[in-house]
């Protein structure tokens, strides 16, 4: 598999895998608000024998990870530790045949960053002196930004500013690694006693690429770490149109036999696994088990209301009294950003998610309508510099970067967005490219192996849910893409009548007579 997928960089050792969905957990420790277990003189409980699932959330919309624990308790732990809140939850995760030191899921004691628990829901008893509940835990940063508010002046670029409230001790006081994209605006901007990440997530909207012409950044954290980058940096990287992917997957029904050449398919169930020989393990992590479309991405009423094709953004400037109205065309403007299938020997210019063919009688497409939305923007908020706009003094319209932003934001949303459960792997995170190859519909019918050319290639991992349980590790991801692989055929005249009719208006209702008149 090309670009360092499971039989590329990460799986080094698949001799040392039996099955793909394998893991390593030893243990999963609990300790009280002592830092002690039921025996006060260890530094915590072992949970792993009564654990019956385990759930890791990261996401680029999330700014913190969360997750949970399934614990069938037949030892009263959770009044016997006791279990009230702020407890810590120490483990760590990883996939066999891995050899790198980034490949593991790490929260623990020393080495790691342990989780804690903030809430139990589900409580239930399902016979006598057994009880069923749910923890549910969240990294440092997720607790600490509960407990903590921003309040000061902060000038210079905005990396610089994110970097500085993620460090200091005033802010979330992190010691975990932040991977950043650095920013080409400066600003003196001032944060009105916020929530850290929700001053981080302000100042992300204001964030401009060095690199690339996008606007507007995410922050959020996965089990590497943290992240302050654009949509594009997940695209492309820097010198370069086309990132490498990460990982290839392949959905392959059942009954469909493997092509000779493809060295791809989904392999057997685990229970086959479990009784004939040992599986094609490399094959079978790259096959995905269920896939599903998560949203309406063809809503195209729903996409013009938002602004994803056209929009009016007026922005004004409360010192001078000044505004500024600036349009915003898709298919104008798309070719100014990097999209997930941008290629170095390609143009992405016209690899639009919807197509130009017009829409009305004047040849207007759907993207030539810019009333469709309008929205009001401030230059000056959060600003103590009324000489300095809300994206820098090197800036010259902040409209149209405004609507760029916009615009942007909604072609991810509105993107083309697959949920994918595959077997675990524990080197996969948000923000990752990774590669689907769906069969399209006349493949199976004809026994034919073309992949769908709309909804195959490059898609950036949006959401990952690290599912363990005493059986299997299993990955439910969300993946989005914000073009197409090939583009869209149009054509320059509305289909249907060419010319133009006048409507015409009949008063009928006056002619018309009850029937006992008649």
């Given amino acids: 598999m090309p670009h360092g ?22 243990a999963v420790i609990i300790s009280n608000h002592m830092g002690t277990g039921l025996d006060t003189t260890t530094g915590g409980e072992n ?117 500085n409230i993620f460090a200091d001790k005033s802010g979330l006081d992190s010691r975990k690694t932040l991977n950043f994209e650095e920013t080409r605006n400066q600003d003196k901007i001032v944060i009105p006693n916020m929530r850290p990440l929700d001053a981080i997530a302000m100042l992300a909207k204001r964030a401009l690429p060095k690199n690339t012409n996008g606007v507007g950044y995410y922050f959020y954290e996965t089990t590497k770490g943290f992240h302050f980058r654009s949509w594009e940096s997940m695209c492309v990287t820097q010198g370069a149109f086309e990132r490498p992917v990460k990982a290839t997957f392949q959905y392959k029904p059942m009954n469909m036999e493997e092509p000779q050449s493809s060295g791809m398919g989904k392999g057997p169930s685990r229970t086959q696994q479990r009784t004939k020989q040992k599986p094609k393990v490399l094959e079978d992590y790259e096959s995905v088990e269920f896939y599903e479309f998560v949203n309406n991405f063809h809503d195209v009423a729903a ?160 959401s990952i849910r690290h599912r363990v349980t005493d059986q299997e590790y299993k990955m439910i991801i969300e993946c989005v893409k914000d073009s197409v692989k090939i583009p869209f055929k149009s054509i320059d005249t509305f289909p249907g009548t060419t010319d133009k009719e006048e409507p015409t208006f009949t008063n009928i209702y006056d002619k018309e007579k009850p029937a006992f008149l008649s």
């Fill in 303 to 462: 996409n013009t209301v938002m602004g994803t094709y056209a929009h009016n953004v007026i922005t004004h400037n409360i010192y001078d009294k000044s505004y500024n109205k600036s349009a915003w065309n898709y298919h104008l403007q798309f070719g100014e950003t990097k999209h997930s299938e941008d290629k170095q020997d390609e143009s992405a210019n016209n690899k639009f998610q919807v197509s130009e063919s017009p829409v009305d009688f004047d040849g207007n497409n759907i993207s030539d309508y810019s009333d469709s939305r309008v929205s009001l923007q401030p230059t000056t908020q959060f600003l103590h510099d009324e000489n300095t706009g809300s994206y820098g003094t090197d800036v010259i319209d902040d409209g149209k970067l405004e609507g760029t932003r916009i615009s942007q934001i909604y072609q991810v949303n509105a993107g083309t967005r697959l949920k994918l459960i595959i077997k675990g792997h524990s080197y996969l995170e948000a923000g990752d490219m990774i590669q689907f190859n769906l069969l399209s519909v006349e493949s199976t019918n004809s026994n034919r192996f073309d992949f769908d050319p709309q909804y195959s290639g490059r898609y950036i991992v949006a």
């Fill in 47 to 163: 949970i792993l024998p009564q654990m019956q699932e385990l759930n890791i959330y990261e996401s680029i919309t999330k700014k913190a990870i969360t997750g949970s624990i399934v614990i069938l308790d037949a030892t009263n732990l959770i009044a016997n530790l006791p279990i009230q809140g702020t407890e810590r939850i120490i483990f760590k995760l990883s996939t066999p045949g891995t050899s790198e030191s980034d490949d593991i899921v790490d929260a623990s004691e020393l080495t790691g960053h342990p989780f804690y628990v903030y809430k139990i829901t589900n409580r239930k008893q399902i016979s006598e002196g057994i009880l069923l509940y749910t923890l549910h835990f969240g990294s440092r940063e997720f607790m600490r930004n509960l407990r903590t508010r921003v309040s000061r002046a902060y000038s210079g670029t905005i990396d610089t500013m994110v970097a």
């Fill in 5 to 26: 997928g499971p039989h590329g960089r990460h799986i080094k050792h698949p001799d040392t895998i039996e099955f793909a969905g394998d893991f390593n957990l030893a």
